[in-house]
C-alpha cells in the first residue's frame, strides 16, 4: 500500500515539480553562467568539441564589474527604483480610491465609469507614445524621470482599480457601518477601517504595478533622452548593443541584477500577494 | 467639509478625479490624437490631409499586415492555451504541502519579475544557430544530427515565441489561479472524494467550476497583454525571418517609425482593438451574469 | 483644435504640475551655447570616447560649444528621430543612416552652406552620399562617414579549395562555397530583417544580375527575367554554399560566428577583422594562430550584369525645431576640418571612411594592407536604393519593409518559388510606387 502511494506522490508530484522547476529556472542558470564566463568561451560555437555551455570552469567577475564600472548600470537601477516606486505609489493611491469609490458608493454612471477605465487598459502603448511624446513635451517633463512617474500609472491603475474593487466588495459592510455609528465620516471609514483590512489586497496590486512599471520599454526609450535619465531594460539594451557586437557577458549580468531588487521585494511580499489575490478572487 | 466626506456623489467624485485626470491624460486624450492620425496622412514632419479610411483599406491589403493578424491571433491562442494548462497544473502542484513551498512558490515567479526584454534577450542567444545551448543539449542527448532552425525558419520562430511567451507568463497565472484555489473549501473535495470520484473528476466537476470566474480574469488579462505584446517579438525576431513572425505592434512599430508613416502606424495598431475589445467585452458580459445568479 | 489652445491648456495644467514638482523641471538647454548630438552607439567603441573626451573639451575651447554626446542603439535611432520630430523637442543634431534624409527633409535645417565648403576643401562629397543628402538641390544633412561593406574571407580555407584569389563573378563563387561547405565551412550571410549586412547584400546583388526596383520615371519593374534568374541562382547558391540559420541572423551574427571559425567569408563592415585585432589572444585559427592573420577582404563578385556594392552612409542632420541650429552648424563645420576630422577617423583604423575623397589618401591606409580595399570602396558605389528612380521617400519605404531582401529570403527558405517571390515583391513595391 504504502509503496504505491510512494510510487504516485512521483509521478504525479515530484516528476511534475521538477520539471516545472527545470523549465522556469534552467534560463536563469543559464544565463548565471554566461555572466561569469569569460570572454574566449563566450565564442564557443555549439558544435566544437571544448564547447561547456552548461558550466564554465573559469568563472570571471569581468562582466559584472564592467557592467557596473564602464556602464551608467547603477545609475539605471536607481532610475528604475525611483520610478517604478513613484508610479506604484501614484497608482495604487488612484486605484484604492477609485476601487472603494466602484465598489461601495452608489452614483450615477459608476458601472460606466468601472468599464471605462478598464477599457483604458486596451489601448496599445505602441499607438500611444507618439501623441504622447507630444503631450511631455508640452508640460516640459521630457527627459525627466517625471515622464514616467505620469504615463506609467496610465499601464496600471486599471489594474490595480479593478483588483482592489473585487477585493473591497469582500469586506462586509458592517465594518463600516459600526465605524460611521460611532462617528466617523465615510472618508474616514475608508482610509481607518477598510484599508487596513485590505492591505493584502493593496500589497498584491502594489507588487504587481512594480513588475511592470520595471518591465516597461517604449515609453522609457522614447521619453528619456540622456543616459543617465534611461531605466535598465532602456540602458542594458541601447548600452550593450553596439550593432554587431553584444556585450553577452555583461548585458546576461544585466539581465540578473536588473531583476535583483524586484525579486527581493517577491521574495517578502510573496505570501501577501497570494492572499490578496485571494481576497479579490473571491470577490 | 464634511459634507464632501460624507456625500455618496460628492466623495465619489472626490475619490475618482486623480485617477481619472490621469487617464483622461495621459490616455484618453493621445488616444484622439491617434485616431486623427489615422484618419490622415501624416508622416513625420508633415501635418498631411484627411484621407478617411485609406489608411484602413491599405492595411487590410497588405500581405504583411494580413500575415501580422495572423500571428497575432495565433501567438496569443496558444500561448493563452499553454499558459492556462500550464498554470493551472503548477497551481494544483503548488497548493499542496512540502518542504521548500515557500521558497519554491517565489522562485516560480522570477520568470515573471524579469523585464521581458531581458529574458528575450537570453532566450534569442539560446536559440542562436551557431551557439544554441538547446542545440548543445539536444545534439548530446542523441535527439538529434544536425541543428534545429529555431529562429531562422518561420513556423519554428513563431513557436518559440510561444514557447517564451508562456515561460513568461505561466508563472502570473500559476499564482493568481493558486490563490483561487485556496479560497475552495477543502470540505468539498472530500465529500466528493466520499461520493467516489477520482481526482480528474474532482478537478473537472468541483475545482474547475469554481475557479472559473478568477480564470476568466486572468485569461482576459492575459490575452490583453499577449495581443498587444511588442517587445517579445522585438527582441526575439525583430519580426523576421522574412517578415513571418510581426504582430500587430511590432508591424505597426516598423511602419509608423522606422518608415515614418505615422498615419498608416496608427491605423494599423488601431486594427487590434477591435478584438480586445470583443474578448473583453464578453467577459464582462459573462461575469456579469455570473454575478447576478 | 488650434495648437496654441492645446498647447496653452496643456500649458496651465503643465504649470500646476510644475508647482507640485519644481525640483524635478527638464533641464533647459537654453543656456550657455549647447549642442546635443544623437549617434548610435559605433561599432569602434574607441570613436566615441574621442566624440567626448577628445571633441568635447576641444570644441568648448575653440568656439564655446559645449557638446553634449548621446549614443543609442542604431535601431533606435527612427523611434527617437520620429517622436522628437513629431513633439518639436530632442537633439540638436541626428545621425541618420542612408536615405533616412529624405524621410525627415522637412524637419531639416538647410547645411548647404557646409557641405559646399567641406566638399570643396576635401576634393569632393561622393557622389552616392550627395545623392542621399540632397533633397531638391538643397543638402538637407551633411555626410558624415561611410562604413563600406566588403566580404571577410579565411585566406587558408579559401586556399585549401583552390581559390588563389577571392572570387571575381558569383558563379565563381557558387562553386567555391560548394567546396567551402563540403569542408564545413560554409559562407555565411543574413537575409533577416537587419539593416546593416542584409540590404548591402541583396541590393546589389539583384543589381549585378540587371534587376531594378523600379525605371526612372517610378514605374515598378522589379518582376523581370532577370530579377528571377537572380532569385533562382540565390536560392541554389543558398543551398549549396550558405550557412542555412543566416535567416535568423542579424548584424551581429555573423560575426559571431567568423570570429568561432563558424564560417569562411561573410560580407561584413571591418569590425570582424578589427574585433580579431584587437582580441589577438581570444580569436585563434584551428592551428592557433592569432585569427586576423588569416583574414583578408574583398569586393562583392560580379553578374552578368555588372559588379555593384552598397556601403552604408552616416549623415547628421541639424534639426529645424533646434533653439540653437546656428551652433549645431559650427559644430559640423569645426568637426569637418581636417585636423579634427583626423583625430575621429584614425580611431577607426579604417572601418568607416571620410565623406570627401581626400581620406583616401591617408597614411593610415599604408598601415595596414588588409584594410587597404575599404579606402576605396566607396568608389564602386555607383547605384541606391530605389534604382532607377531617386533614393527617396517611397525607396526609403521599401527599404525599411525589407522588400527585397524577404524577396530572396522568402524563396531561399523554400516557402515560396523564385517566380512567386518576385511577384510577391513587385505587388509590395506597387503599394509604395503607386
Request: proline residues 5%; aromatic residues 14%; charged residues 15%.
Amino acid at each position: 500500500m504504502l509503496i504505491e502511494r510512494k510510487w504516485k506522490k512521483w509521478v504525479y508530484f515530484y516528476l511534475p515539480m521538477a520539471a516545472f522547476i527545470l523549465f522556469t529556472l534552467f534560463p536563469f542558470y543559464w544565463m548565471a553562467v554566461t555572466a561569469f564566463r569569460p570572454d574566449p568561451e563566450l565564442y564557443r560555437t555549439w558544435r566544437q568539441p571544448s564547447a561547456t555551455p552548461l558550466w564554465t570552469l573559469e568563472p570571471t567577475l569581468e562582466h559584472v564589474k564592467g557592467l557596473l564600472q564602464t556602464t551608467a548600470f547603477p545609475q539605471w537601477l536607481w532610475n528604475t527604483m525611483a520610478i517604478a516606486i513613484v508610479s506604484t505609489a501614484i497608482s495604487l493611491i488612484c486605484g484604492m480610491f477609485a476601487g472603494y469609490a466602484l465598489a461601495r458608493l452608489k452614483f450615477r454612471g459608476s458601472e460606466f465609469l468601472g468599464t471605462a477605465i478598464f477599457i483604458t487598459y486596451l489601448v496599445p502603448q505602441t499607438l500611444l507614445f507618439i501623441p504622447l511624446a507630444d503631450i511631455i513635451r508640452d508640460m516640459q517633463l521630457g527627459n525627466t524621470p517625471w515622464a514616467l512617474m505620469l504615463t506609467y500609472p496610465t499601464i496600471l491603475i486599471p489594474f490595480c482599480t479593478w483588483l482592489l474593487m473585487g477585493y473591497f466588495k469582500t469586506i462586509p459592510k458592517e465594518l463600516e457601518e459600526c465605524a460611521r455609528i460611532d462617528g466617523a465620516t465615510r472618508f474616514g471609514a475608508m482610509v481607518r477601517i477598510i484599508f487596513p483590512v485590505a492591505v493584502p489586497g493593496i500589497l498584491s496590486a502594489g507588487i504587481f504595478a512594480f513588475t511592470l512599471s520595471w518591465n516597461e520599454f517604449i515609453y522609457a526609450l522614447v521619453f528619456m533622452a540622456s543616459a543617465e535619465q534611461k531605466t535598465v531594460p532602456v540602458g542594458v539594451v541601447s548600452e550593450l548593443i553596439r550593432g554587431d557586437i553584444f556585450f553577452w557577458g555583461q548585458l546576461m549580468a544585466g539581465a540578473l541584477l536588473g531583476s535583483v531588487p524586484v525579486a527581493l521585494v517577491y521574495s517578502f511580499f510573496v505570501e501577501y500577494y497570494v492572499t490578496g489575490l485571494t481576497g479579490s478572487v473571491k470577490g | 467639509m464634511t459634507r464632501l466626506l460624507e456625500s455618496e456623489k460628492l466623495l465619489a467624485a472626490a475619490l475618482l478625479t486623480p485617477g481619472v485626470a490621469i487617464l483622461l491624460l495621459f490616455i484618453a486624450y493621445p488616444f484622439v490624437m491617434a485616431l486623427w492620425f489615422s484618419l490622415t496622412s501624416i508622416r513625420v514632419g508633415e501635418a498631411g490631409e484627411f484621407v478617411g479610411l485609406a489608411n484602413f483599406e491599405k492595411a487590410i491589403n497588405d500581405t504583411i499586415f494580413q500575415q501580422a493578424f495572423k500571428n497575432t491571433v495565433f501567438y496569443t491562442f496558444w500561448a493563452t492555451v499553454f499558459k492556462l494548462a500550464l498554470g493551472m497544473w503548477l497551481a494544483l502542484l503548488l497548493n499542496r504541502h512540502f518542504r521548500f513551498k515557500r521558497i519554491v512558490r517565489a522562485s516560480m515567479l522570477l520568470p515573471f519579475i524579469i523585464p521581458t526584454v531581458l529574458s528575450a534577450f537570453a532566450w534569442r542567444w539560446m536559440f542562436d544557430p551557431t551557439f544554441s545551448v538547446m542545440n548543445w543539449m539536444l545534439y548530446h542527448g542523441g535527439v538529434i544530427t544536425d541543428r534545429l532552425p529555431f529562429l531562422s525558419s518561420g513556423d519554428w520562430a513563431m513557436w518559440c515565441a510561444v514557447l517564451v511567451n508562456t515561460w513568461r507568463g505561466m508563472p502570473f497565472f500559476a499564482i493568481t489561479l493558486l490563490a483561487g484555489l485556496q479560497t475552495i473549501n477543502p470540505d468539498l473535495h472530500e465529500a466528493a472524494a466520499l461520493d467516489g470520484a477520482n481526482a480528474w473528476n474532482r478537478f473537472w466537476h468541483v475545482t474547475w467550476p469554481l475557479l472559473l470566474p478568477v480564470t476568466l480574469v486572468v485569461v482576459v488579462f492575459s490575452v490583453i497583454q499577449t495581443f498587444s505584446d511588442f517587445q517579445l517579438i522585438y527582441v526575439l525576431t525583430g519580426g523576421g525571418p522574412a517578415n513571418s513572425t510581426h504582430l500587430i505592434a511590432t508591424y505597426a512599430y516598423q511602419i509608423g517609425v522606422a518608415s515614418g508613416l505615422l498615419g498608416e502606424g496608427a491605423a494599423l495598431s488601431l486594427f487590434m482593438f477591435p478584438v480586445l475589445f470583443a474578448v473583453v467585452w464578453f467577459q464582462l458580459r459573462y461575469l456579469k451574469r455570473m454575478e447576478n445568479a | 483644435m488650434s495648437r496654441i489652445t492645446r498647447r496653452k491648456f496643456l500649458q496651465y495644467s503643465g504649470a500646476g504640475m510644475a508647482g507640485i514638482l519644481a525640483a524635478h523641471r527638464a533641464p533647459v538647454f537654453a543656456q550657455a551655447n549647447t549642442v546635443h548630438i544623437l549617434r548610435w552607439n559605433d561599432f569602434v567603441p574607441a570613436a566615441d570616447k574621442v566624440l567626448r573626451e577628445v571633441y568635447a573639451p576641444e570644441v568648448q575651447k575653440a568656439i564655446g560649444i559645449k557638446l553634449n554626446v548621446e549614443t543609442i542603439n542604431a535601431n533606435d535611432i527612427p523611434a527617437r528621430a520620429t517622436s522628437a520630430i513629431q513633439s518639436g523637442n530632442g537633439p540638436d543634431i541626428i545621425m541618420l543612416l542612408n536615405n533616412y534624409p529624405h524621410l525627415y527633409s522637412s524637419a531639416a535645417v538647410d547645411v548647404s552652406a557646409v557641405a559646399d565648403e567641406v566638399g570643396k576643401a576635401g576634393g569632393g562629397i561622393y557622389d552616392a552620399s550627395a545623392q542621399l543628402n540632397k533633397v531638391g538641390g538643397k543638402w538637407v544633412s551633411m555626410p558624415w562617414s561611410v562604413v563600406p561593406a566588403l566580404v571577410a574571407y579565411r585566406k587558408s580555407w579559401f586556399d585549401e579549395v583552390g581559390a588563389k584569389t577571392f572570387p571575381k563573378t558569383w558563379k565563381e563563387y557558387h562553386d567555391v562555397g560548394k567546396k567551402l561547405k563540403a569542408a564545413k565551412h560554409p559562407v555565411g550571410q543574413t537575409l533577416g530583417n537587419t539593416f546593416g549586412d542584409a540590404p548591402t547584400f541583396t541590393y546589389p546583388f539583384l543589381w549585378s544580375y540587371g534587376g531594378q526596383e523600379v525605371d526612372a520615371k517610378g514605374k515598378v519593374v522589379l518582376d523581370s527575367k532577370e530579377t528571377v534568374e537572380s532569385v533562382r541562382f540565390m536560392t541554389q547558391f543558398w543551398k549549396d554554399a550558405h550557412d542555412e540559420g543566416g535567416l535568423a541572423w542579424d548584424d551581429s551574427n555573423n560575426n559571431r560566428a567568423f570570429l568561432s571559425g563558424d564560417i569562411s567569408a561573410s560580407l561584413n563592415g571591418a569590425s570582424i577583422y578589427v574585433a580579431a585585432l584587437n582580441g589577438k589572444d581570444k580569436f585563434k585559427t584551428e592551428k592557433g594562430a592569432p585569427l586576423h592573420t588569416d583574414i583578408l577582404h574583398a569586393p562583392l563578385p560580379g553578374g552578368p550584369k555588372g559588379t555593384h556594392a552598397y556601403h552604408t552612409a552616416f549623415n547628421h542632420m541639424v534639426m529645424k525645431y533646434s533653439k540653437n541650429a546656428k551652433g549645431a552648424t559650427e559644430l559640423l563645420r569645426w568637426a569637418h576640418k581636417k585636423e579634427n576630422y583626423d583625430k575621429w577617423f584614425t580611431v577607426q583604423k579604417g572601418f568607416a571612411v571620410g565623406p570627401t575623397r581626400e581620406w583616401e589618401k591617408h597614411p593610415m591606409w599604408k598601415q595596414d594592407p588588409v584594410m587597404a580595399p575599404f579606402g576605396t570602396a566607396p568608389l564602386a558605389q555607383k547605384r541606391l536604393m530605389g534604382f532607377a528612380g531617386r533614393p527617396d521617400k517611397k525607396a526609403a519605404e521599401a527599404w525599411n519593409k525589407y522588400i527585397v531582401t524577404v524577396m530572396y529570403a522568402q524563396a531561399c527558405s523554400g516557402k515560396m518559388k523564385p517566380e512567386e517571390a518576385v511577384k510577391w515583391a513587385a505587388g509590395e513595391l506597387g503599394k509604395i510606387y503607386t
